[in-house]
């Protein structure tokens, strides 16, 4: 392959796919426009995807499927015409902010004696949950002896090795869909990812991705125990210090969130960060099992870790927020320490590094309320991007927390209830119209607002022990005006994003 001198480059767009019909059009129609071609190989699909692929603007190649992704990959590479092989599954698309300056690099700056990885993300499972992410090569150029190896988890790494080729991470974003997290779906591929790694290890013998590769089915059907045997033996198989021992230790982790050894996370999280010391994920996971067994210093020396110098591995599956929530899990942990000023010279240290951060700004507001500052915490809401109505039920529900905040009950009822009726469910109005309640003598409406409460953040530390203050007779004003904010970070690896060790393709 070569370009003519002064010739614009040719940009291809590939794709396998199978029984895509619901997905493939947007997936196509985010490409369209920066494509020179797009050529998507239709490995057997009963529905409609062929049509629907060639109405979107795709030559459509129709092959067997011969259970080897390998195959059916370099299959449509010799499809292309080419200089540049941008690829994409089925059910993602590129980001469109990234569509135009991505065809400006291959025209301007690409370099054929490398490939680039790119961002793919994945939706939060959960509405208040995080999008995870990890780099995936997606783009490359199209020369000779640069092609696939592997039945699953295909490569072109071994190739690019002897091509003595260079491998770089690029600015854009691949993004998937919450097809992602369909149980079916996730069900279907896992079986025929064990088919297809039996075959592999029967052909290549095992090794370290092969046993990520098993363990990651496992998890997908269920099995914990199958699947951390199956991490043990990638952590065994792996090369010190390689993306493959950190995503074994990340399935291990997961699998041990509910371990009947209480001690077994945290021993796991040791031998990790000797080989990893600063990898952020692991730091946060260490910080919150210490911090759940009482160990609020030491936890504050992992977090901290995390937060000044923490690092990830692209390649491996991580929260794309992880930054923005040591410097969090590091502020609620000094505010638990009672070192309030310190937690918020951390929440401004985030700021400047994630000024578009709603969750720092939480915070950030969460801790000004703490301490009554109406003025700065009135300033954090209009940071926060809220439409109109939403922003003016909740200046009145935090004017009425910060004078609760100071223990002028009655006033402070009047803005709060005055918010609540309004309609605004906000955590931060809730909490703190329980505590007014309750110090005014009415616990039976309190006890319909935490349910409210409940609904929002069913898992949240702080209401249960409101609620537990509550029924025991207890005042729980106190326990909300000492914590440092709803929504503490739970301390399993799984809860930070780390639960997708070695996710596949959304196309496979």
């Not at 190739?159 to 770089?168: D, I, K, N, R, T």
């Amino acid at each position: 392959m070569s370009t003519a001198a002064g010739a614009r480059p040719r940009l291809s767009v590939a794709m396998i796919a199978r029984d895509a019909a619901g997905v493939i059009a947007a997936s196509l129609q985010s490409v369209r426009a920066i494509a020179d071609e797009i050529v998507v190989l239709d490995t057997g699909s009963r529905d409609a995807t062929g049509a629907i692929a060639q109405s979107a603007g795709a030559r459509v190649i129709s092959v067997a499927w011969e259970d080897d992704f390998a195959a059916a990959r370099n299959r449509c590479l010799d499809e292309l015409t080419g200089d540049w092989v941008l690829w994409i599954d089925a059910g993602e698309q590129l980001s469109p902010r990234c569509a135009v300056p991505l065809r400006d690099f291959v025209d301007r700056g690409a370099d054929l004696e490398k490939a680039y990885l790119v961002m793919v993300e994945t939706p939060a499972p959960q509405a208040d949950g995080d999008p995870e992410q990890a780099a995936r090569i997606r783009l490359m150029p199209r020369r000779a002896g640069l092609r696939f190896v592997g039945r699953v988890r295909e490569s072109i790494k071994p190739a690019m090795a002897q091509l003595g080729m260079e491998l770089e991470l690029a600015p854009w974003r691949m993004l998937r869909t919450e097809r992602e997290h369909d149980a079916d779906v996730k069900r279907e591929r896992a079986l025929r990812n064990l088919r297809l790694i039996e075959r592999e290890v029967q052909e290549r013998g095992p090794s370290a991705a092969l046993f990520l590769a098993l363990g990651e089915a496992c998890v997908a059907l269920q099995q914990p125990g199958k699947a951390r045997d199956y991490f043990r033996r990638a952590l065994g198989a792996a090369s010190r210090g390689s993306t493959d021992m950190l995503s074994a230790y990340y399935g291990l982790l997961t699998c041990q969130a509910d371990s009947a050894e209480p001690n077994a996370p945290l021993e796991l999280c040791i031998a990790a960060l000797e080989v990893f010391p600063y990898d952020s994920q692991l730091l946060c996971a260490m910080g919150a099992y210490l911090q759940q067994q009482g160990h609020l210093p030491l936890a504050q020396r992992s977090y901290r870790a995390a937060h000044q110098f923490g690092q990830v591995d692209p390649e491996t599956w991580h929260v794309r927020a992880i930054g923005e929530i040591a410097a969090i899990c590091l502020s609620l942990n000094l505010q638990l320490s009672g070192d309030d000023p310190a937690a918020m010279l951390v929440l401004d240290e985030a700021f400047a590094r994630y000024p578009q951060s709603p969750r720092v700004g939480r915070r950030r507001l969460e801790l000004h309320v703490k301490h009554g500052q109406t003025t700065a915490a009135l300033a954090e809401i209009d940071r926060l991007g809220l439409d109109r109505a939403e922003r003016d039920v909740l200046r009145s529900a935090v004017r009425g927390a910060c004078v609760a905040s100071q223990r002028n009950w009655i006033p402070a009822l009047a803005y709060l209830e005055t918010a609540y009726t309004a309609g605004c469910r906000d955590p931060l109005c809730l909490r703190w119209y329980v505590a007014a309640l309750v110090a005014t003598g009415n616990p039976s409406l309190a006890r319909k607002v935490l349910d409210d409460w409940a609904q929002l953040e069913p898992d949240c530390v702080e209401l249960a022990q409101v609620r537990k203050s509550l029924s025991s007779g207890d005042a729980p004003t106190e326990a909300v005006a000492r914590q440092p904010g709803s929504g503490v970070p739970r301390p399993h690896l799984s809860s930070l994003g780390a639960s997708r060790v070695a996710s596949p393709p959304a196309a496979r």
